[in-house]
């Protein structure tokens, strides 16, 4: 069936530091595949997405590459803030089936 | 635009006991889904509704979880009788249409203890 696996966490950054939080995914088909943050407190929000191999999704200074060859989804940011501290859920969706998602990664940035 | 709302936000209850969640969806959202959050693991689903119609249960524990959507629009999650590992977080999310691509909205959850 279909999964997705994260790096575990918790991560824990630097101000300014360059983040990445690896995801890899497996599934039938083609799916899309999306990155959901979850800010203390708050629901999930969707933070960007890719739909297609080779897509490249970006958000706030986030950015994933759909990597088809590495069933990969990794995403990066080059300077983290004290703001993006989350809990950070990599998820696919193929075939219009609901998303399927990942455990998790949390990250705190630190001043 | 009003976001997806949840109800109650925090709910303790007894093994045993039953209780119930509601979801009110983003206006014009046909589609809902109830996810189960265990803490330090991914959203699961539960339920999946297009309109007022079941798409996808394939994952809720009928024996005693059950969701209605009536009308389309609001819906219930309930769980009766409680156990100890049903604690969690239980999220509804919506999205416009039967496509997920087009972006599924969540609410803030309703965290569940259950002692």
């Known amino acids: 069936g279909n999964s997705v696996t994260q790096m575990e966490g918790p991560v824990t950054l630097s101000e300014e530091a360059f983040l990445t939080i690896n995801c890899t995914y497996t599934a039938t088909g083609y799916p899309s595949l999306f990155w959901y943050v979850q800010y203390p407190g708050e629901g999930l929000q969707l933070l960007l997405k890719?739909?297609?191999?080779?897509d490249k999704g970006s958000n706030k200074g986030f950015e994933a590459t759909y990597r088809k060859e590495t069933t990969s989804f990794h995403l990066e940011k080059g300077s983290v803030q004290v703001s993006d501290s989350a809990v950070y859920f990599c998820a696919l969706s193929a075939g219009n089936t609901p998303l399927v998602f990942g455990k998790g990664t949390r990250l705190s940035v630190i001043a | 635009e009003a976001g997806v709302a949840q109800s109650p936000r925090y709910k303790i209850i007894e093994k045993r006991q039953s209780v119930a969640f509601w979801c009110n969806p983003i206006s014009g959202h046909a589609t809902l889904y109830w996810y189960q959050q265990i803490l330090g693991q991914g959203p699961k689903l539960l339920i999946q509704f297009q309109n007022n119609g079941v798409v996808d249960d394939s994952q809720l524990p009928k024996d005693r979880f059950s969701a209605e959507r009536l009308k389309g629009v609001d819906s219930t999650l309930k769980i009766q009788p409680a156990k100890l590992e049903d604690s969690a977080v239980y999220l509804c999310?919506?999205?416009?249409?039967?496509?997920?691509?087009?972006?599924?909205?969540f609410g803030q959850g309703t965290r569940l203890t259950v002692v």
């Open positions: 999310a919506s999205s416009f249409g039967d496509r997920v691509i087009t972006e599924a909205f």
């Open positions: 890719a739909t297609k191999a080779d």
